[in-house]
C-alpha cells in the first residue's frame, strides 16, 4: 500500500542564523541515513511490526524566522513516500502436525 510520512527537524537557537547552523548538519545525516536504505522501520512492537519499503525521501521545505524576543527557528521538512508494510501475528500455532523427528537410515 502506498504511504507517504513527513519528517519535521525543528531547531531553535538565540538566532535564525545560529539555528540554520545547527540544523544543517542534522538534516545532512538525515538525509543521509535515508539514502539507499531498503526499509524503513516505523514500528516494532510484540506482534507488531510497521515498515516503509523502498523508502524515497525530498526535501519539501526549508523555513526559518524568529519572532521579537523569541528564539530563532529552523524547519526541514522530509517528505519520505514508500509502501507500507504491516504485519500483526497473533499468538503461537499449537505444535499439531509438526514433524518432532526424522529418521534417515542407509541400506547397502
Known sequence: MPCRAVLELVVWARTPAEADALLAPALGAALADLVGLDVLELARETGFTLRLLKPQARL????????????????????VDGELELTLARGVPEPEGRIERIEISRRR
Open 60 to 79: 519539501a521545505a526549508l523555513e526559518r524566522g524568529a519572532q521579537s524576543g523569541q528564539p530563532g527557528r529552523s524547519l526541514a521538512r522530509l517528505v
